[in-house]
């Protein structure tokens, strides 16, 4: 077992092979989570740039072994800072205010990290570090989930009439012990006709779940939709 390790991390064909397989199997299985959520950067994305991250470090190992005078670390540092790019291109803000794609673009900078670590020949490292990211990725996501359900902090985007139906969801809320520390109107380009959104963003009182809070403003007349942001 020693001997096979060994021969592993050596530079050779076999080792080459096994470490480019293992970086495309790494980023495929971490990319398999983000394309089931539809993301834009998904399967062959992370695929990619784990594998193009392994191939950087064997480069660096092939000049290095044919004698260049190079540091072996140069173009692995050229990865982490490039990846910031393609993972910019993921991070969307809507015009809810929200923003969408950060756990994608960190997952690009993991895969490349790993990929990094695989084409060095650090197999503990990137097998340990595959596992807590694709551990973070599919479990810790439902328990931000239950964390985020059970916030007494929440914001709401509201999509409504006129102002009237907005006085009148004020009013709802109101009741229902809820505080209101701050209201901002949008304009809703998305849906066709006369509509006027607002992102409220409210303080519950204990104990009180978001779904009520959701339930009584979608009961008030005037209101076209409710979404949590």
């Known amino acids: ?3 096979i390790y060994k021969t592993l991390t050596e530079y050779n064909t076999v080792s080459v092979l096994v470490r480019l397989f293992l970086a495309v199997i790494c980023g495929g299985l971490i990319g398999i989570e983000r394309g089931r959520k539809r993301r834009p950067a998904g399967f062959r994305t992370h695929m990619l740039v784990c594998l193009g991250a392994a191939v950087t470090m064997l480069i660096s190992q092939h000049l290095w072994l044919e004698g260049y005078t190079t540091d072996l670390a140069r173009l692995g540092a050229q990865v982490v800072s490039g990846i910031g790019f393609l993972g910019a291109g993921t991070i ?3 015009g809810r205010h929200q923003i969408k794609g950060l756990t994608t673009a960190a997952g690009l900078w993991a895969s490349a990290s790993i990929g990094l670590a695989i084409g060095a020949g650090f197999y503990v490292g990137a097998l340990f570090a595959f596992g807590f990211v694709l ?4 479990l810790f996501s439902r328990l931000e989930a239950r964390l985020i359900a059970s ?3 929440m914001n709401l985007y509201v999509e409504y ?11 709802n809320v109101k ?7 701050d ?13 006027t959104g607002a992102i409220l963003s409210l303080r519950l009182p204990k104990a009180l779940p978001h779904a009520v809070v959701m339930a009584e403003i979608a009961s008030s007349d005037g209101v076209k939709g409710v979404e949590e942001l």
């Open 1 to 3: 077992m020693g001997e």
């Open 183 to 195: 209201v901002e109107i949008t304009k809703n380009r998305a849906t066709e006709g006369i509509s």
């Open 151 to 153: 916030a007494r902090n």
């Open 135 to 138: 551990l973070t990725i599919t």
């Open 161 to 171: 009439a006129d102002s009237e139906t907005l006085g009148h969801v004020i009013d």
């Open 175 to 181: 009741r229902l012990e809820v505080r209101i520390y």
């Open 92 to 94: 969307l803000v809507t």
